[in-house]
């Protein structure tokens, strides 16, 4: 049944939806849809745009360039994500009580999320230095000559591919404070009842997160791997900018995010890089709709 | 040997002390309900048997066994919450065999044990279902069940009562009372409604302000109530208290400012004017189904009569007051304890 409204309050509603409606238009959907339409041109930003139907498409699929961006940014979803979570879940369910310093604790859990991106990544520069940044300095300590305690040689953070892989994803394991909070707000907001009874029944630490904690909060941890699943392709873009430049070499750090950016905005092939943004949208679909479905079968199980 | 025994237990709420030296026994088997006000610290005094929250001062004594430092899951008790506390990701089942599951018994003897006492609250139907498709009746005997798998040395029941319906609670209150008689364990039944815990308890402790009141049979605590907290917290509506110099007191009193004369509403009648005592002013009367109960002023003081309802005063009649001195209580008015008549 629709509830009558006044004449007057219509035309109020449509004005204050207004400025949202305008810039959601004006600002996100215009554009989407023209790189849509720009992924089947070659358009390099001074020309007009020429239509090339699938050629964009067919360029990406030979590009080894690209395709190292997919997998790169394939693998730090697959690592990053899943790690974050599991993280800021730990964290929350470690800081929910109040006891000393609890606030202090969560400040730092929290703090590094509130830093610029672009001042955090200056200094993971300098903490990842090779021969005087920290993280070495602390790895070195035993061992002599410029090796770890264990004789090995420390990890060149910054020009090895493999080394460089982690240290993307280590970075992004420390800004996890606004998920961090919904977590420890998600947890604080569960039955104490529960917990004492379990208690009452003498379950251990393990069976009581195993057993209540982690199906209770399961609804939101599926929440948010999903939105850090789509988020991902981003979160890895200004550290591949700022920290390795997209590199060592052979492009060991170009994620789509950077290879979309350098293709529209330094080799001008706008063109190319909105078929790209295309196939990074497919591929979200893609991972949000099989999560979707694994979560919706998990609740099915749990009857949530 | 007791099943329960508190000595001189103190317990606090932050920097409040909500508990003063409490002692309290309760036979092995029997069922005694704690009754009081909110805020007398009645569920505080179950969650420290329970271990939930620690006693500051004192022992807690459970089947002979000092459980004072043990932990909850140590003391083999069990509770039943009001909330009922049940894991809504769970079927029925596995919130019942949640205990013996986390506790490392086999698969086969928690599905036995879980059928057992499902069967015994009434609950063998529902074992597949989860709480969201129960009723508040039914999700309050899974509660019970969960709490009778154990086969615990105390049952500690935290008003399970209070979430049902009028009509669901006495169903309940009896099937509570004849599984209690059934499985014969000692339980500890909190609740704030007097009319339960007359029903119910074999003794009741009668708490206010973290202190014991009086302890006594249901019969005890209605014939002579220790104190007037007592006298007007038991007995709905509550009993008549009136200073000692006033116009209502019985024959052959002096005028006594240090006592406090009671009785109940059903000792009071209106209708005699022979041998009245005084005479009052109806200023309110509340009928509820057959009873009504007559609101009088009498002086300065007010009176309650309890009578059929078809032969209830009207609002503004004056009446004549007779009371059935043979049923009065006598309390001083300083200590406000009981003192013989």
């Known amino acids: ?138 790895l070195q300590i035993g061992g002599k000559d410029g090796l770890t305690a264990l ?23 420390f800004t996890i404070g606004e998920t961090f909070l919904i977590l420890l707000a998600v947890r604080r907001a569960l039955p104490p009842q529960v917990y004492e009874l379990a208690a009452i029944e003498d379950a251990m630490s393990w069976d009581v997160f195993r057993r209540i904690t982690l199906p209770l909060m399961a609804p939101v941890l599926g929440l948010l791997l999903l939105r850090d699943t789509i988020a991902s392709f981003q979160t890895s873009f200004v550290p591949a900018l700022v920290v390795t430049e997209g590199g060592p070499p052979p492009y060991a750090t170009t994620y789509l995010s950077l290879f979309v950016y350098r293709n529209a905005f330094e080799y001008l092939r706008y063109g190319y890089a909105a078929a790209a943004t295309l196939v990074m949208l497919a591929l979200t679909l893609v991972a949000v709709a099989v999560q979707w479905r694994l979560i919706r079968r998990a609740q099915r199980l749990y009857g949530l | 040997m007791e099943g329960l025994q508190l000595r001189q237990v103190c317990a606090s709420r932050g920097h409040r002390e909500v508990l003063h030296g409490l002692d309290l026994a309760v036979a092995r088997g029997e069922l005694l309900v704690v009754l009081g006000p909110s805020g007398a610290g009645k ?155 007359l029903i119910l308890g074999d003794r009741i402790a009668v708490m206010r302000a973290g202190r014991l009141e009086q302890t006594g049979t249901p019969q005890e605590i209605w014939q002579s109530p220790a104190t007037t907290f007592v006298a007007r917290f038991v007995g709905s509506p509550a009993m008549n208290l009136l200073p000692g110099e006033g116009p209502l007191r019985p024959p052959g009193m002096a005028a006594d400012p240090e006592r406090v004369v009671g009785f109940r509403p059903d000792a009071v009648r209106l209708s005699d004017p022979a041998g009245a005592d005084c005479t009052g002013t109806v200023y309110r009367v509340d009928v509820i189904g057959e009873d009504a109960h007559a609101y009088l002023r009498i002086g300065g003081d007010t009176v309650v009569a309890r009578m059929p309802t078809t032969t209830r005063p009207a609002v503004g009649d004056t009446v004549a007051v007779a009371v059935r001195w043979d049923d009065a209580h006598f309390f001083d008015a300083r200590t406000e304890r009981r003192i013989a008549a």
């Open chain 2, 43 to 197: 569920s505080t005094l179950l969650r420290v048997v329970a271990g939930l929250e620690p006693a500051t001062a004192g022992a807690v004594v459970i089947a002979g066994r000092d459980v004072t430092r043990l932990r909850p899951g140590r003391r083999n008790v069990s509770m039943v919450f009001q909330s009922h506390a049940l894991f809504p990701h769970m079927t029925v089942a596995e919130n019942i065999g949640f205990g013996p599951f986390v506790r490392g018994e086999s698969r086969h003897e928690v599905r036995e044990r879980v059928a057992r006492a499902a069967i015994a609250v009434g609950c063998g139907l529902l074992l597949d279902r989860r709480p969201d498709q129960l009723s508040g009746g039914e999700r309050q005997r899974v509660a019970l069940a969960r709490a009778l798998v154990r086969e615990p040395d105390v049952f500690l029941l935290d008003e399970p009562l209070s979430n049902l319906d009028a009509e669901l609670r006495a169903e309940t209150r009896g099937e509570l009372k004849a599984l209690h008689e059934r499985v014969g364990t000692t339980m500890v039944h909190v609740t704030h409604d007097q009319v339960e815990a």
């Open chain 1, 151 to 173: 004789r090995r040689i420390p990890p060149q953070w910054l020009t090895d591919p493999t080394h460089a892989r982690m240290a993307i994803i280590v970075m992004s394991l």
């Open chain 1, 1 to 138: 049944m629709r509830i009558d409204r006044a004449p007057g309050e219509r035309r109020q509603l449509a004005l204050m939806l207004a400025p949202y409606l305008i810039g959601l238009g004006g600002l996100v959907l215009v554009p989407a849809v023209i790189t849509l339409v720009l992924a089947f041109t070659d358009y390099d930003l001074i020309r007009p745009p020429q239509w090339i139907g699938l050629g964009n498409l067919a360029g990406l699929a030979e590009d080894p360039i690209f395709r190292t961006a997919l997998t790169n940014s394939l693998v730090f979803a697959a690592v990053a994500v899943p790690a974050r979570l599991v993280i800021a879940l730990l964290l929350a369910v470690l800081l929910h009580r109040r006891t000393t310093f609890v606030g202090t604790a969560r400040t730092v859990a929290a703090a590094p999320y509130a830093m610029p991106e672009i001042a955090y990544g200056l200094l993971w520069l300098w903490l990842f230095n090779p021969i005087y940044g920290p993280i070495n300095q602390l």
